[in-house]
């Protein structure tokens, strides 16, 4: 769902203060959005912030993760943002995901709980995760910052929705700086889209129109297209790789091997699949094998 995705990117850069809002921090004296590349360019959070609240002398460091749906992969994006972040500065961050839509029910993971194959070591991980439609969309109307205003259509309230999309729109034609009134606008059609299909209430928003001539939905499609392509080639790799490892097994063990397909298939890590790769070649067995594999797809429990 990269159009959510990236609409969501957008507007916590030029907006990530709002977020922390939907968090209940409510104190904030600055803020400021950080590069959100650190370490390995292949992994990175949806946003970095740096925010100094009331009573603190300086700022802490804040990770923001969008998910569309509560997705198992979340549980794992959210280790690895907090782990960038520790590897690069040597802090810990405080970790916000925030799910929006609740189209494919799921109960999103609030901790990670991850042990080495011998014990010794064990890291336990938790984050704060909000899931927009259980916020009250009065709130969020009610609050002081436009930043806040695109989240709305996805949050809780009783009644038809145009009327709350017509309160989103005043507030937004009133309150927006003029350089980002039609940004606003457009992120707040594309992330309704989540929830509704209806093409008048998008109307209350600019419409298609809005959209054909929007700047930011250019340039959003043009970071879509470069992600698919880079997903593509890195999936095609991915897909080598493991049929590679499958005609190793096959060769050494048998056609038995090729039962394991459906386990490598869930593997998307290239470290991981490399690995794999050594272990195909120099296992003893195939029950060896099988028994690291299940260690791949099973080591992470969310």
């Known amino acids: 769902m990269h159009e959510y995705d990236k609409s969501s990117k957008w507007l916590i850069e030029h907006h990530g203060n709002a977020l922390l809002w939907l968090a209940g921090i409510r104190d904030l004296i600055e803020w400021r959005a950080l590069p959100a590349e650190l370490v390995q360019p292949r992994f990175h959070p949806d946003a970095f912030l740096e925010a100094r609240r009331a009573g603190q002398d300086k700022p802490s460091a804040y990770i923001l993760e969008m998910a569309t749906y509560a997705e198992p992969r979340v549980a794992d994006q959210a280790v690895r943002d907090a782990s960038l972040v520790y590897l690069d500065r040597g802090i810990l961050p405080e970790v916000l995901v925030v799910i929006l839509s609740r189209k494919r029910p ?54 038809p929705p145009a009327p709350i999309f017509r309160r989103c729109r005043e507030r937004i034609d009133h309150e927006a700086l003029p350089e980002e009134h039609e940004n606003l606008l457009v992120v707040s059609q594309i992330l309704a889209g989540l929830r509704y299909t209806d093409e008048r209430l998008f109307q209350l928003f600019g419409g298609r129109e809005a959209l054909i001539e929007s700047p930011l939905l250019e340039k959003l499609k043009a970071e879509w297209t470069r992600d698919v392509a880079r997903d593509a080639a890195r999936e095609a790799t991915h897909a080598t790789a493991r049929k590679s490892i499958l005609v190793v097994l096959k060769v050494r063990f048998g056609p038995k091997a090729l039962e394991l397909g459906k386990d490598l298939d869930t593997i998307d890590d290239s470290t991981r699949l490399d690995a794999l790769t050594e272990l195909a070649a120099e296992c003893t067995s195939l029950k060896q094998f099988r028994s690291h594999l299940h260690e791949a797809t099973e080591g992470r429990k969310p």
């Open 106 to 159: 799921r109960r999103p993971a609030r901790a990670a709980d991850l042990r080495n194959e011998q014990g010794w070591t064990h890291l336990h991980m938790t984050w704060r995760t909000i899931e927009l439609w259980k916020l009250p969309a009065e709130e969020l109307l009610q609050a002081g910052d436009v930043g806040v205003i695109p989240w709305v259509p996805l949050c809780h309230f009783d009644g």
